[in-house]
């Protein structure tokens, strides 16, 4: 007998009645004669079926045969029954006629071919059909002692580690270190958006085409899961995100006032950060694989060990977060000998030389290779090298909406040209307007597409 391979199985769910004597009648009705799985497979979900219909559709069984069957199947409640009146001539007759019950839909679907069924109709009820087998497993769960809290987070997890798992496992173009959050706009109608700088940065990358992987840490809370399946929508790889019970989804506030930077409050604890804490050889052979790195919010000493273990010959373009000057400066500082081009804005600038770092001096003179500074609606500035000049780029006039994620934006770009082959003149030039017209969508995690940036 040829072996049967595990993807020829479909997740079909048979729901039984409590009682095993019940479990027992249902088994021995539905499967001990082709009638009732022949009755069954004429129903429709939407439509009900008169005893007439019925007997016509199996005409090769006796009427006898048939009508015993219906009366099985309203018994075990697959079933419905109701009674018509119907004009036949001069008079009304009163018709029997069935439809499926919610039961009876997921027995009709056990013997049809999903294929085969109207697709919109089969999403609709795939849900429904989830929903109510987590009811009953909750239900059944509580009654041998298991806390719904236990449940939900062990069925979180499960959910989360299904779909990191169905991320691609083609070696990646580009991996990016960073955070995942949820921003809500207080202004502008109070909006939600799926974001976290990182995540921001991985999606945009994913939208230009490049392979891409998230490294960081998923809180296992529905938050969380709605973040990851965002994610995989857009395109990209999160098989190396760590899944986290300890951690709590980012929640992230901005008010956006007219004439000045939107004010950003983000809820996390600074000891549990919702970024990377250690490695594994998987990430660090993702990045050997890789042909960029992204490093953005995370620890310092991790995003050391991992350069150091990955080796040199890659891409890297790091763009530190404020904790990384005010708590790791030194840490800072010996990133820059494995040769990122470094992406600052104004405020960072600031921060760096309140510190007594010059910029780009100080970072040229500890091994960057190259220093963008950003400057929101005026431009940016690109330090090629210690030895050039800078070198001013202006960003065209745009009605902005909201500056959050630009600078996601300038940094997937600059990856994306610089991976294409431009010369980092262009790429810092072509970011810089992208960025710049980015500001006129509404929204942190901005839509961009290969036609936009090509």
Same mark, same amino acid.
């Given at each position: ?18 009682? &095993? ?23 429709k979900?939407?439509?009900?079926l ?43 007759? !009163?018709?029997?006629?069935?439809? %499926? ?13 999903p294929?085969?069924l ?12 989830? /929903? ?13 002692? /298991? ?6 987070d ?15 496992k083609?070696?990646?173009? %580009? ?8 921003d ?8 939600v958006?799926?974001?976290?700088? =990182? ?5 945009? &990358? ?14 296992v ?51 549990? @950060?919702?970024? /990377? ?8 052979d993702?990045?050997?694989?890789? !042909? ?15 350069l150091? =273990? ?29 040769? @990122?081009?470094?992406? %600052? ?32 609606? !005026? ?15 202006? &960003? @065209? ?22 991976? !294409? ?10 970011s810089? %307007? ?8 509404? =929204? ?11």
């Amino acid at each position: 007998m040829p072996a049967v391979s595990s993807s020829n199985y479909w997740p079909f769910i048979v729901f039984m009645p409590v009682e &095993a004597s019940e479990r027992a009648r249902y088994v021995s009705t539905l499967f001990s004669s082709p009638v009732a799985l022949e009755v069954l497979n004429i129903f429709k979900w939407d439509r009900s079926l008169c005893q007439g219909e019925v007997v016509r559709s199996l005409s090769h069984h006796s009427n006898k045969t048939t009508l015993t069957m219906l009366k099985r199947l309203v018994n075990l409640g697959i079933l419905s029954e109701e009674t018509r009146l119907e004009q036949r001539g001069n008079r009304r007759v !009163k018709v029997k006629c069935y439809k %499926l019950t919610e039961l009876g839909k997921w027995y009709n679907l056990l013997f049809k071919d999903p294929k085969s069924l109207d697709r919109a109709l089969l999403k609709e009820n795939l849900v429904k059909l989830t /929903l109510e087998f987590l009811n009953k497993f909750i239900e059944f769960s509580e009654e041998i002692g /298991l806390s719904t809290k236990d449940q939900v987070d062990e069925i979180l997890a499960g959910a989360l580690g299904v779909v990191t798992e169905r991320s691609s496992k083609q070696s990646p173009d %580009l991996v990016v270190f960073g955070s995942v959050a949820f921003d809500i706009y207080l202004s502008h109608g109070l909006r939600v958006y799926p974001g976290g700088s =990182g995540a921001n940065v991985a999606a945009v &990358a994913s939208s230009l085409g490049l392979r891409t992987r998230l490294a960081t840490r998923i809180p296992v809370d529905p938050l969380g899961l709605q973040s990851v399946v965002e994610l995989i929508e857009a395109g990209v790889d999160v098989s190396l995100a760590e899944l986290s019970r300890d951690l709590k989804t980012t929640i992230c506030t901005a008010i956006h006032e007219p004439l000045h930077s939107p004010k950003v409050s983000c809820s996390y604890d600074p000891l549990n @950060p919702p970024v /990377l804490m250690n490695l594994n050889e998987e990430l660090i052979d993702s990045c050997r694989e890789s !042909k960029a790195i992204y490093i953005g919010e995370g620890v310092n000493r991790v995003f050391i060990d991992l350069l150091r =273990g990955v080796g040199g010959g890659k891409l890297i373009v790091y763009r530190p977060h404020r904790l990384s000057i005010d708590l790791a400066l030194s840490e800072l500082m010996s990133i820059m000998s494995y040769g @990122p081009v470094v992406v %600052l804005n104004e405020d960072k600038v600031e921060a760096l030389e309140s510190r007594g770092v010059r910029v780009p001096g100080e970072l040229f003179k500890h091994g960057a290779r190259s220093v963008v500074v950003t400057k929101g609606f !005026k431009g940016s500035i690109l330090y090629e090298s210690p030895e050039s000049a800078p070198i001013e780029y202006r &960003a @065209p006039e745009v009605k902005a909406v909201d500056p959050l994620g630009a600078g996601d934006v300038f940094s997937a770009v600059l990856i994306y040209c610089l991976l !294409k082959g431009l010369d980092l003149r262009s790429a810092v030039e072509k970011s810089t %307007l992208k960025a710049s017209y980015s500001v006129t969508q509404l =929204g942190p995690r901005k839509a961009l597409s290969v036609r936009d940036v090509e």
